[in-house]
C-alpha cells in the first residue's frame, strides 16, 4: 500500500512512518518544517520513502503527492503544549483549519479522480476537553460541551470534516485520537517561547520533557504546574504508531473513529516522582506547586475497550521503560542546544 503522510516531520509521523515502513508500505511524506526545522530521520535513505519539501496548503502539490496513493494520513497541523493554546489561540485555528480544508479537498478529488480509498485523520485527545463521563468513550465529543480551547476545537472540526466528506463525496475515513504521546524526536519547536519555571528556562513543550529538564538541571524542589492531580494516559509512541497502522489496514476501521492509548493512568505528580527517582533515586523528592494555564484540563482517561475489540490494539510499553528511552534523548538535547 501507498500512504501519503502530511507533517511528516513531526512527533508522532517520526514513529508512524518508521512502522509503516517496517511492514513493507510504501511512503510519501510532506512538511515544510516549521515545527522543528529540518530534522534528519533513521529512514531518510529507505527506498521506500520519498519525502516532499513543501505547504499542505498547496492545491497543486497536495494533489500530485496523493494522485498515487491508496490512503492518506492527515498529521499536518499547528500542534505543541498547552502554553502554545494560550500564545497562538488563533493561529492554532486558522492555520489548522486551511490545512485540513485543503487535505480534504485534495482526498476528495484523488477518491473521484485517482485510486485514493480512505483519508485518516489524527485528531487529538483534547476533543473531550470538557467531558465528565470517565473513562470517556468514542462518542463522548458528540454528548459532552465542545472544548473551549481553540485546539481542541478545532481538532473537533477535524472530525466534523470526516463526517461531511463522508456525507457528501463518500470519502472514507477512520478518525484517530492518540492519547498524551511520549517518546524521543520532540525537540524544540521553533516558534516555543523560553519560559521560566522556578530557576529553570524550558524550551519543551510537553510535560515529559519539561519535567526531565528540571530535574536533569537540578532544580530541587521541582515545579508542577497546578495541584499535580492532573490525570494522564502517557502513551509511548511506537505503540500510538502501531494504532495507526493498525486504523490503516483493518477495513474494520473505516468510518470508526478510535482512542489510542495505553489503560494505564498517572498523576502528574506521580509522573514528576517516577523522573526523579530514576535521575535522583539517593535524593528525597520535593515539589512546589505553581499557577496552572487556563487550559490544564484535570482529568483525561480514555475508553480503549473499541481499539482492542476492532483493531486488536494494545499499548504495550509502560511508562518507565518508555522513560528509559527519553530521559537519555532530553540529556542529549539539552547538551547539544546548550538549553
Known amino acids: 500500500m501507498k500512504i501519503l503522510v502530511t507533517g511528516s516531520s513531526g512527533f508522532i509521523a517520526g514513529y508512524l512512518i518508521e512502522e509503516l515502513l517496517s511492514r513493507g508500505h510504501k511512503v510519501t511524506g510532506v512538511d515544510n518544517f516549521s515545527k522543528y526545522g529540518r530534522v534528519k530521520k533513521s529512514y531518510d535513505d529507505n527506498s521506500n520513502y520519498r519525502f516532499v519539501q513543501g505547504d499542505v496548503k498547496d492545491p497543486s502539490l497536495i494533489k500530485d503527492l496523493i494522485a498515487d496513493c491508496d490512503q492518506v494520513v492527515a498529521a499536518a497541523a499547528i500542534v505543541g503544549g498547552i502554553s502554545l493554546f494560550h500564545e497562538y489561540a488563533y493561529d492554532l485555528l486558522a492555520e489548522n483549519e486551511r490545512i485540513v480544508a485543503a487535505t480534504f479537498d485534495a482526498s476528495i478529488w484523488a477518491l473521484e479522480n485517482k485510486k485514493l480509498k480512505k483519508i485518516n485523520v489524527i485528531s487529538s485527545s483534547m476533543v473531550f476537553e470538557n467531558a465528565t463521563v470517565f473513562p ?113 489496514e483493518n477495513e474494520s476501521a473505516v468510518n470508526e473513529d478510535f482512542n489510542i492509548s495505553t489503560s494505564s493512568a498517572t498523576t502528574v505528580l506521580d509522573l514528576a516522582k517516577i523522573i526523579w527517582n530514576k535521575i535522583n533515586a539517593d535524593k528525597p523528592f520535593n515539589y512546589v506547586s505553581d499557577a496552572p494555564f487556563k487550559y490544564d484540563v484535570q482529568k483525561r482517561v480514555p475508553n480503549t475497550a473499541k481499539a482492542k475489540k476492532i483493531l486488536g490494539f494494545v499499548a504495550k510499553t509502560t511508562l518507565s521503560v518508555a522513560l528509559d528511552e527519553i530521559i537519555p534523548w532530553v540529556k542529549n538535547q539539552i547538551e547539544a542546544e546548550g538549553m
Request: glycine share 10%; proline share 6%.
Open 136 to 248: 470517556t468513550s468514542e462518542g463522548e465529543q458528540l454528548k459532552c460541551p465542545p472544548p473551549f480551547s481553540t485546539y481542541g476545537f478545532q481538532k473537533l472540526s477535524c472530525e466534523y470534516f470526516a463526517k461531511g466528506a463522508w456525507e457528501q463525496y463518500k470519502l472514507p475515513y477512520t478518525i484517530i485520537r492518540p492519547f498524551n504521546c511520549i517518546g524521543t524526536g520532540e525537540r524544540r519547536a521553533l516558534c516555543d517561547k523560553t519560559i521560566l519555571s522556578g530557576n529553570v528556562k524550558l524550551a519543551m513543550s510537553h510535560v515529559v520533557p519539561d519535567l526531565v529538564q528540571k530535574v536533569l538541571k537540578g532544580q530541587d524542589p521541582i515545579h508542577i504546574l497546578g495541584s499535580g492531580n492532573q490525570i494522564r494516559h502517557y502513551t509511548y509512541g511506537g505503540d500510538i504508531a502501531n494504532g495507526i497502522r493498525l486504523c490503516i
